[in-house]
């Protein structure tokens, strides 16, 4: 899986990534894990629900810490708590450091205050941590937090049917350059479940998988990294098949501009369904 489109260098951190990182909170366990690695994956998220594929993060990054980036996906409205999320975390995984601590939903199961930086600031000063993130779906909120603040990631809601952060987000992304990590690409399976009533003009590209309309979760991954502005795409795929296909959409590299058109608009189509009608 070597091509310019698969890797990129993330800023802060100054590691390269393959651009699909691996959530394992759903089908996913830890020989699945360990096998990603071998394809090439080296960008991994851990959490509280994330413990079927601890162990596998645990002995990817044994073999080779430099060359991964783990990502904890934690908690927290006191200072306290994220020092011990973090501190808890180092000791599961048998590692020194956090190549990032992310706020998760930020609004909701974290906050940002100044206690919480000074925290975070605090553990990254003592190199236990060595970049500090959030997830967040509020995309003004993650505008402002783009131009100025001390977060040097974003994890935001990006694809063909909400690609708001277009607008509200990227724009303001120059000033800073933090690192822009895509999650929810099929839109919580909506872009790829067949749903009645939607017509659309043939597909502009090449012969796919499968045909389209839905799209198929390779595109939709496709989509998101076309945007120079995203650094990498999570997946969480249900099982080791899944995941095998959505690498394999990797190597046919960026959507051409009528691809993306054809997408995008798909996409609003899929956002103007008041009820979905699934094709069983």
Not at 42 to 63: D, L, Q
Not at 104 to 129: A, F, H, M
Not at 230 to 243: D, S, Y
Request: contains cysteine; positive net charge.
């Amino acid at each position: 899986m070597g091509n310019d489109f698969s890797f990129r260098l993330l800023p802060v951190i100054g590691k390269q990534v393959f651009r699909m990182g691996i959530a394992g909170n759903y089908g996913l366990n830890s020989s699945d894990v360990e096998w990603a690695a071998e394809q090439g994956a080296n960008y991994w998220v851990c959490g509280a629900s994330y413990s079927k594929v601890t162990p596998g993060i645990r002995e990817v990054i044994r073999k080779s810490r430099e060359k991964n980036v783990v990502a904890l996906l934690g908690w927290g409205f006191f200072g306290w708590q994220i020092r011990r999320g973090v501190e808890q975390t180092l000791r599961r995984l048998n590692t020194d450091y956090l190549d990032v601590f992310k706020l998760g939903w930020l609004g909701r199961t974290s906050i940002y205050s100044r206690g919480i930086v000074d925290s975070l600031l605090k553990l990254k000063e003592e190199g236990k941590i060595r970049a500090i993130g959030a997830s967040i779906h509020n995309r003004q909120h993650a505008g402002k937090l783009a131009s100025a603040s001390e977060l040097d990631l974003l994890m935001i809601r990006y694809n063909a049917k909400h690609p708001g952060a277009e607008e509200d987000i990227f724009p303001y992304l120059g000033r800073r350059n933090p690192i822009l990590v895509g999650y929810t690409a099929l839109a919580w399976r909506q872009l790829i479940n067949p749903v009645a009533g939607i017509e659309m003009a043939p597909w502009p590209g090449g012969k796919q998988e499968a045909p389209v309309p839905p799209l198929t979760p390779g595109l939709c991954y496709r989509f998101v990294l076309s945007n120079p502005h995203v650094h990498l795409v999570l997946t969480g795929p249900g099982n080791r098949e899944q995941l095998m296909m959505n690498f394999r959409a990797m190597e046919q590299g960026a959507l051409t501009a009528e691809e993306l058109a054809w997408i995008r608009q798909y996409g609003k189509r899929i956002k103007a369904k008041k009820k979905f009608d699934y094709i069983k």
